[in-house]
């Protein structure tokens, strides 16, 4: 699991640990697909870096549990109208690669989980 400076983030990478700020406060659970808003948040609390998933690190099961929280509610027209729109923000080639993959999965699990509550 590499550790990378807040600066060398992207969005779409995966947090391997939590994180939480001096006080203990938890800031982003581990398995959390980051975009520009949780790279503020950490530099507003003073984090400096965190680690990642490296890209050919598999997510693990309870890493999948924590962040795919998606009710049986949930209908599949919504799912894939998700999905189309986060696929859209890759190349066609990209979305080839096993690790574009699960993230586009984690990211359309999250933005649905979102929706239901």
Do not use: C, Y
């Not at 203990?24 to 503020?40: D, I, Q, T, W």
């Not at 190349?91 to 699990?109: D, K, M, N, S, W």
């Amino acid at each position: 699991m590499p550790t990378l400076s807040i600066d060398q983030l992207k969005p779409f990478m995966v947090l391997a640990a939590e994180v939480r700020n001096r006080s203990g406060r938890l800031l982003a659970p581990r398995g959390m697909v980051l975009s520009e808003k949780h790279f503020v948040v950490f530099k507003t609390w003073g984090i400096k870096d965190v680690e990642i998933v490296a890209q050919d690190e598999p997510v693990t099961a309870e890493m999948h549990q924590e962040t795919s929280a998606i009710s049986e509610t949930t209908d599949q027209e919504t799912f894939n109208k998700t999905r189309e729109k986060i696929e859209m923000i890759f190349l066609p080639e990209e979305l080839e690669h096993p690790f574009i993959q699960r993230l586009v999965e984690l990211a359309v699990r999250k933005q649905v989980s979102r929706h239901e509550h």
